[in-house]
């Protein structure tokens, strides 16, 4: 009988020869490159912004073309590597590095190509906001995506996509027009409305739970008067400010998206901040401004004319600033700004229990309230307000408990208050029961295609699905 000590090693030492028998295949089919654990720039190419991140894969496909992630994809079937998949890297659940596994890294992929005439683009799988953000621009046109021009297009897109632009064009996933995919067999296909319909429906919004997104075209959209920035009341004002937003957003027009988050100012004192865009008419949109302004005496206020590209950049010099550090992030779906759910959310800021630590907010309102919730994948289609409890830490050797403690309490006390379900694209693995309830009635669906397009569930490490 083997001890449990040689067991660990025998099972060590076979997974080192899978994989080394993986990279070698790679090495030599593949137009990137292999990176194996040990080597000199693993430590960089593993890199992801959520530092408590710890998973340590095996090895890195970075990837160059599709037949580059077909080959990874055959390669880890072939040699019974578990495998994940990483866009930009921005998931804070560490999805995409699987321990001990093969990372089909598509970083090097960001081309973007414009068709100014039809008004759409096609996106590489491993492009960023950012780089949607300046290729559309360039033409006057806009792509309804989100806040931080680092996050990947396409785990954007495929997990819903909350955006500034919703109101007036949908997410970015109701954006989608059509994806090239490597199927979990190795297989590449084009799927859109009228070519695998089935899979091009549980693209939008089922994430990458059915194959590895290496091209999507998506529709752009003009980029009328934009106008941007933030507003920002001091914290004795926030329930106030909040009470009147509640109501400025009862009538709120399509025109406008408005995120809020909830923060540590300058000072080090908690701080409210509205970052509206407004993409309409000019005249109407600075009056409409001009009221949300007027819900408080702000403490500083930068509002003007403004492309994607310019509101991208004070939130990804933020990013940028506390990449490396460690964050734990909640969700929930409000119906509404009730009082209770402002008290709640007031009550646990004030007592945040770092710097780093924020609550944010993004309306979900118009254009994107009025598509059926089964004509795509994300389910949840009634106006309300996704809430982002983000815990950040600077890393400092602790475990991060009571940062962690802050936030599922947070969650737990607005639950009562909250829809069923929540964002996928922000649950984590732990979060079962709000995971079943996140499609709404699209889970029977989801779950049947999940079984026909990926049987074996070779893309396991993917946003959370509804089990039953």
């Known amino acids: 009988m083997f001890s449990k000590s040689q067991v660990e090693e025998l099972v060590n030492v076979t997974n080192k020869s899978t994989t080394s028998d993986a990279a070698a295949e790679l090495g030599a089919k593949m137009q990137g490159r292999i990176v194996s654990r040990g080597e000199d720039e693993y430590a960089r190419t593993r890199r992801v912004w959520n530092g408590a991140v710890e998973n340590q894969p095996a090895l890195f496909a970075v990837c160059e073309t599709s037949a580059d992630v077909q ?28 321990p001990g596994g093969l990372v089909i890294d598509l970083g090097m992929m960001r081309q973007v190509i414009v068709d100014p005439h039809a008004r759409t683009a096609t996106v590489s799988g491993g492009a960023r906001i950012k780089d949607v953000a300046a290729a559309a621009g360039f033409y006057g046109l806009v792509a309804a995506l989100g806040n931080c021009g680092e996050v990947g297009v396409t785990g954007l897109t495929l997990g819903g996509g909350y ?31 009228d070519e695998e319909p089935e899979l091009f429906w549980v693209l939008r919004g089922g994430g990458g739970n059915f194959g590895v997104v290496t091209s999507m ?3 752009l959209h003009e980029a009328r008067r934009m106008l941007a920035g933030s507003i920002v009341y001091p914290w004795t004002e926030a329930e106030s400010v909040l009470r009147r937003y509640a109501a400025f957003a009862e009538t ?6 408005v995120s809020a988050i909830m923060t540590s100012g300058p000072d080090g004192q908690p701080a409210l901040m509205l970052s509206p865009l407004w993409n309409g008419d000019q005249h109407r949109g600075e009056r409409i401004i001009g009221e949300l ?55 646990a800021v004030a007592r945040k229990t770092s710097p780093r630590t924020a609550v944010a907010f993004h309306h979900f309102h ?49 639950a009562p208050l909250a829809l069923p379900g929540g964002y996928a ?37 993917a946003i959370p699905l509804p089990e039953r």
Request: glycine share 12%; net charge neutral.
């Open 293 to 347: 302004q007027a819900l408080g005496t702000p403490q500083f206020a930068q509002l003007g004319p403004m492309t994607y590209t310019d509101m991208l950049a004070p939130f990804d010099a933020w990013v940028a600033e506390a990449a490396g550090c460690h964050w734990e992030i909640r969700t929930r779906s409000l119906p509404a700004l009730m009082p209770g759910a402002i008290d709640t959310i007031i009550s």
């Open 425 to 461: 694209n922000l649950l984590g693995p732990d979060d079962r029961e709000q995971a079943a309830a996140a499609y709404g009635n699209n889970a029977a669906r989801l779950r049947a295609l999940k079984r026909r397009f990926d049987p074996d569930r070779v893309f396991a490490s």
């Open 163 to 193: 955006g500034p632009l919703n109101g007036r064009y949908g997410l970015a996933a109701d954006n989608l027009l059509g994806a090239e995919v490597v199927l979990a067999d190795g297989r590449r296909v084009t799927t859109g409305p």
């Open 217 to 219: 075209r998506i529709q």
């Open 366 to 414: 118009g254009a994107a309230t009025r598509i059926p919730a089964n004509a795509v994948a994300f389910g949840l289609r009634q106006e309300h307000f996704m809430v982002e409890i983000i815990a950040g830490w600077e890393p400092d050797g602790s475990d991060g408990a009571a940062h962690r403690q802050w936030a599922q309490n947070l969650c737990k006390s607005l």
């Open 71 to 98: 080959a990874a994809v055959r390669s880890a079937r072939r040699h019974g590597v578990p495998l994940s998949v990483r866009g930009g890297g921005h998931d804070w659940a560490g999805r995409a590095l699987c």
């Open 252 to 257: 709120m027009p399509d025109e406008l998206g």
